[in-house]
């Protein structure tokens, strides 16, 4: 399975972007797909995680509210809508896919492949 992440860049505080990550070689109907981001300096944090039938979300408190992950099955990709973006939400982004179960979804080292991340800078 390859994941493709893309669709970051330099947004001003307030503004949205959103994030897609592409799947090729498997459904993600077959996983759980995570976001999760790195800021300079820091560990890489979870975001949130959509089931694998697309019904459950969980998000990080930190953007709960702000953020939405939506799937389309057709083109086999997952998004990440940012919105009221904040300074401290720039990081490197990066979507995952594994099989956790709902009260693991923010572990990282459950989550088996990965995309090569986007960067998301939110100016002040």
């Known amino acids: 399975v390859q994941l493709q992440a893309f669709g970051g860049g330099l947004v001003q505080a307030g503004g949205s972007l959103r994030l897609s990550c592409a799947a090729s070689?498997?459904?993600?109907?077959?996983?759980?797909v995570a976001w999760f981001r790195q800021a300079p300096g820091k560990e890489r944090a979870f975001v949130g995680a959509?089931?694998?039938?697309?019904?459950?979300?969980s998000y990080a408190d930190s953007v709960k509210g702000r953020f939405t992950i939506s799937r389309d099955s057709a083109k086999n990709t997952v998004y990440l809508r940012m919105n009221s973006l904040k300074p401290e939400d720039t990081a490197v982004y990066y979507c995952a896919i594994g099989r956790p179960v709902y009260s693991a979804y923010d572990q990282a080292g459950l989550y088996y492949h990965w995309g090569q991340g986007t960067l998301v800078t939110v100016s002040s």
């Open positions: 070689g498997r459904s993600f109907r077959e996983y759980v």
């Open positions: 959509m089931s694998r039938n697309g019904g459950t979300t």
